[in-house]
């Protein structure tokens, strides 16, 4: 029969969670279908599916099967889209029930495939349950069945030429599979039966199989003939291939863009980086098929370029709003406690109680740097982050001014955010591609980074060549502007809040173009004053994301973050200072405030 690769996942779905959505938007990413273009969903019956309709309607489902059918000479079929639909059909014939699903055929690997997203629910509105041998096997043989009867079984000649090609794979193979079973815990022998003279083709595979391995220290020949397997030998194969395919992931991304780049420059991060990584994303991948979680291929400053996985869901749905093209700082994630979290664990008495009141008088009478010496808001904001650690189960609130602290606090804290964050933090510097920020009306990263004292060290190769080049050509454009001015030695100067211009300008305008849509009056806040309405959404500019709060005669627009997000739709308020807005949830940078 025709070999047919099947992986399958069962995904619960947590209410109020958007996974689903992230990873059904990065299966119609763009470069996936024949021409390079959009990947394009569809459905049992039509050809252009409805993915926003296909997630609503399973929003209260328990959770999602998600599938990858990988036929192995997918690049002969007639139609993988007819065959996809065909594998479906087998299965609601095999199961009793219709399937509601939708699926998207990628074609930007060496090997065809389709993404199928099953619905967790039957035709009768119960939940599918579909039993783990069927879904281990049985959606495999129905897949093969179907390839092998269009394109025939498979030939001998055949083959013997998929399975050479698999003697010197740096992955794990079918080959390793059989030699494994067969080895079990002794060893492997394959010395020629007595009056044997012409070698079998499965020996002399193995054995050419085996001579790989052994370059890779994974086997060893005990005695002519016998050989003895590492226990390290299918994870370490299979850590081969994985590297194996960040690689080619790379390399496409690259020729995508027309450049190539030597092996040596790529650094391969894993889901932590011991350095802080700036420069431009070029491609995004899933670091599992079936998952959410995205890895970054980044085109660094530093002449390198760059793949990191990003291992918690916090981060990859921060890598959502990172474009290709955006420009990203990705760091190693801040260890150790909150300075939050060590404020309360220091004021907590004996018994391992806090009480806000005291931490407002201790601070107070310290006379604690508090931006604009608002201490309310100073205690307030260390009230939040206990509210957040109750709901984690970490601290107990026992009533508004008493909380009760377990002895190892600050160590559960930090856990906590290392299990929510993963091992790197990313920030997003710019959305803007390095071209467009050249002539942009607006702040731009180029902007921050040339009145920055502490620049980002450029390695005058790959995309830190560009960087040089696009700093030259967009000081030449401030000057253009009337933002910079050149000196009589030859040089370029521009103000020190140059930057704070830039965005102040970029918001009125942006602010002044919305209230003709609104029909409602733009406010610019200053200091001082109160930011309080409704967060109503965001808008993307130049120089970053903006929230938009809007109430009954006006509107303004603050610098968005992310934790604003599940705040939509609801009443928010602050107050502007001259080190930044004091939220009532949360702190954030105001408006022109120096960077």
Excluded: C
């Amino acid at each position: 029969m025709r070999r047919v690769v099947v992986k399958a996942r069962i995904v619960r779905l947590k209410l109020g969670s958007k996974g689903a959505d992230a990873h059904l938007r990065y299966l119609q990413r763009d470069g996936t279908d024949r021409e390079g273009e959009r990947g394009r969903l569809y459905g049992a019956e039509t050809d252009v599916a409805n993915g926003r309709s296909f997630l609503e309607q399973g929003r209260e489902d328990r959770h999602q099967f998600r599938f990858i059918v990988a036929p192995e000479d997918g690049d002969q079929l007639s139609d993988l889209r007819a065959f996809t639909r065909d594998v479906l059909k087998q299965m609601e014939a095999d199961l009793g029930t219709k399937l509601d699903w939708v699926a998207v055929d990628h074609f930007n690997t060496g090997h065809p495939h389709s993404h199928v997203v099953v619905r967790g629910k039957d035709d009768t509105g119960k939940d599918l349950i579909i039993a783990q041998d069927y879904i281990t096997d049985g959606v495999r043989l129905r897949a093969q069945e179907l390839a092998t009867l269009e394109l025939g079984p498979e030939t001998d000649l055949e083959l013997r030429s998929k399975l050479t090609a698999e003697i010197a794979a740096e992955r794990f193979t079918r080959i390793d599979r059989a030699m494994l079973a067969e080895a079990g815990e002794e060893t492997l022998d394959l010395r020629p039966e007595t009056g044997q003279v012409r070698a079998d083709f499965d020996r002399t595979l193995r054995i050419g199989r085996l001579q790989t391995l052994a370059r890779y220290g994974l086997a060893t020949e005990r005695e002519p003939g016998v050989w003895k397997l590492s226990d390290e030998l299918e994870p370490m194969l299979r850590e081969l291939g994985e590297r194996g395919d960040i690689v080619k992931a790379i390399n496409r991304a690259l020729k995508a863009r027309g450049e190539e780049r030597a092996l040596e420059s790529y650094s391969l991060h894993g889901e932590e980086t011991k350095t802080r990584i700036t420069g431009r994303v070029i491609d995004k991948r899933l670091t599992e098929e079936l998952g959410e979680r995205l890895g970054l291929v980044v085109d660094g400053v530093d002449g390198r370029v760059h793949h990191v996985a990003l291992g918690s869901q916090a981060m990859a749905n921060a890598a959502e709003e990172a474009s290709i093209g955006s420009i990203v700082e990705i760091a190693p994630a801040p260890a150790g406690p909150r300075p939050a979290d060590r404020n309360i664990a220091q004021l907590a008495d004996a018994s391992g109680e806090y009480r806000p009141s005291v931490h407002r008088i201790i601070a107070e009478a310290s006379r604690v740097r508090v931006p604009g010496g608002d201490y309310d808001s100073y205690v307030e904001s260390h009230v939040r982050r206990l509210e957040a650690l109750r709901r984690a189960g970490i601290v107990e609130r026992i009533d508004a001014d008493h909380w009760r602290l377990p002895t190892d606090f600050e160590a559960r804290a930090a856990e906590h955010d290392a299990q929510r964050r993963g091992r790197v933090a990313l920030r997003l510097l710019s959305n803007l591609d390095l071209e467009a920020q050249i002539d942009a009306n607006g702040a731009t990263w180029l902007d921050r980074e040339l009145v920055s004292p502490n620049r980002v060290p450029l390695v005058q190769a790959g995309f830190g060549t560009e960087v040089s080049g696009a700093m030259l050509r967009r000081k030449e454009a401030l000057v253009d502007k009337g933002h910079a001015w050149r000196t009589p030695e030859g040089g370029i100067r521009a103000p020190k809040d140059l930057v704070a211009r830039l965005e102040r300008g970029e918001v009125e305008r942006a602010g002044k173009s919305m209230a003709a849509d609104k029909h409602a009056q733009f406010r610019m806040k200053s200091e001082g004053e109160r930011v309080s309405g409704v967060f109503t959404g965001t808008t993307t500019l130049v120089s970053g994301k903006f929230a938009i709060v809007e109430n009954a005669y006006e509107f303004t627009l603050v610098p968005s973050r992310p934790v604003m997000d599940e705040r939509l739709g609801r009443q928010i308020s602050g107050v502007v200072r001259d080190s930044g807005i004091s939220w009532d949830f949360t702190r954030t940078r105001g408006i022109g405030i120096g960077m």
